[in-house]
Structures are given as C-alpha cells and as structure tokens.
C-alpha cells in the first residue's frame, strides 16, 4: 500500500480481556516496528522484525506481550489478560534495512484504552 | 545506551515568527543519524528533517533548519515563518549508524508546539 495501516484506529477493552492490534507495512519495507506511546510521554520501542532475522524483543514489557509478522509483512502485536497501564497508543512502522539515514513512515496507530 | 532530552515540555509562538525548538542526546558513538518528527492530532509522525552527524552542514528543508552542535551533542530545530499547520508535537530522535545492526530510533519526549493566530 502508499502508506503503513493499523487497525483498528480506536480499541477499547476490559481489564483481563486479550487483544490483537494490527500493522500492514509499505510493500517491500523489509524493517517493521512497534511503539507504545503513553499519555504525555515520548515513544518506547517494543519490538523490531528485520526479513528473516530474528526479532528484537528486547522493549517487550512483559511476557503478556506478543508480536509476530507473517510472511515478512503483516505484523500482529497481541496483548494478554490487559491491564490498565496497557491504555496508551501502538504506533507501528516500516522502513527499508539499509537506508536508516531516511528514518522510518510510521502509520497513524491504535489507540487502546483499558477500563 | 542512548538518551535523547527535550527540556521544553510546550511552547507556544505567533503565526509568522521564528521558534526554536532545542534536543539534547547521550551517546559515545560517532556514526549516527539524528531526527525531528512531527506528530499533528491525526497521530501520525511525519519526518521533518534529518541529520547525518558525520556531515557538517546543518540541514535544511524549507522553513525548517537544524542547528547541530557535535561536540555539545546539541540538535535543535528552528521553524521560519510559523503557520498554524506547524501546530503539533514535535519529536527529536536517535539512530545509531549503518556498521550497528539495530536501527532501533530512540526518542526524546517531545515538546508541543502551538502557534498562535
């Protein structure tokens, strides 16, 4: 597609409840990433998937939080038995691996709120 | 680890004038690649401009200008001619260099900017 694309736009749970947010990248953007943004806070990296790399996980939370990219592109982050501080906004990316210098095209992400 | 500081939590100015906006990084590394984004209320996170720290010449793209003080691991963004669509906030930002595997981008913690009509 022109542009990376997150669904759903606006999620809102109950507290224990599990979810599924969703990131389809630019075509042909081998690097996928995922933020969290929290209310008046800057950006905390989560996880990133490069081609066929393993990924880095190291900004996961907690083990209650999950990504996968299937096929190198569509990537599905998933949050269990949610809690309250998981209300915050997912914002996800893609870019091209060697061309760091043009930074990434991040979609316009999900905003989940927890009650 | 890298860090990334803006020390101005908002700030407002006049459509028309100058603002500048002020970023401050940790690294020990030389080969790296700084950012400012822009975040309108849609959410998304628009580039604005880019810079390389191995060049000198401080970038510039149209009514947005860098000024990038390596050794003082400076990077502020000055914004000309103020409009009300530059009402937003702006994220300064981090990458390390194409010889690190991780392109991992670490942020500063914004600074919301309001111009004023």
């Known amino acids: 597609g022109a542009g990376v694309s997150q669904s759903p736009s606006n999620k809102v749970t109950e507290k224990g409840k599990d979810v599924e947010l969703r990131c389809d990248p630019i075509s042909g953007h081998t690097a996928l990433y995922w933020y969290r943004q929290s209310l008046g806070q800057g950006l905390e990296f989560l996880i990133y998937?490069?081609?066929?790399?393993?990924?880095?996980k190291s900004g996961l939370p907690s083990d209650r939080f999950s990504a996968e990219r299937t096929g190198g592109s569509v990537s599905t982050l998933t949050i269990q038995r949610t809690q309250q501080e998981d209300s915050a906004v997912y914002l996800c990316?893609?870019?091209?691996?060697?061309?760091?210098?043009?930074?990434?095209?991040f979609g316009s992400g999900t905003r989940l709120t927890v009650v | 680890a890298q860090t990334v500081t803006q020390s101005q939590p908002e700030m407002s100015v006049q459509e028309a004038e100058t603002v500048t906006l002020s970023c401050t990084y940790d690294?020990?590394?030389?080969?790296?690649?700084l950012f400012w984004y822009k975040q309108p209320p849609s959410r998304q996170m628009i580039l604005v401009i880019r810079?390389?720290?191995?060049?000198?010449q401080n970038a510039t793209e149209n009514r947005f200008s860098v000024n990038f003080q390596k050794a003082a691991k400076s990077f502020s963004l000055k914004i000309s001619d103020s409009q009300l669509g530059d009402t937003a906030m702006y994220f300064c930002a981090f990458m390390l260099g194409s010889n690190f595997g991780n392109e991992k981008l670490t942020f500063g913690t914004g600074t919301r900017l309001t111009i004023i009509p």
């Open positions: 810079q390389e720290a191995y060049k000198q």
């Open positions: 690294t020990s590394e030389n080969n790296y690649y």
């Open positions: 990316a893609s870019s091209l691996y060697k061309d760091r210098g043009h930074g990434y095209t």
């Open positions: 998937f490069q081609g066929n790399s393993a990924p880095d």
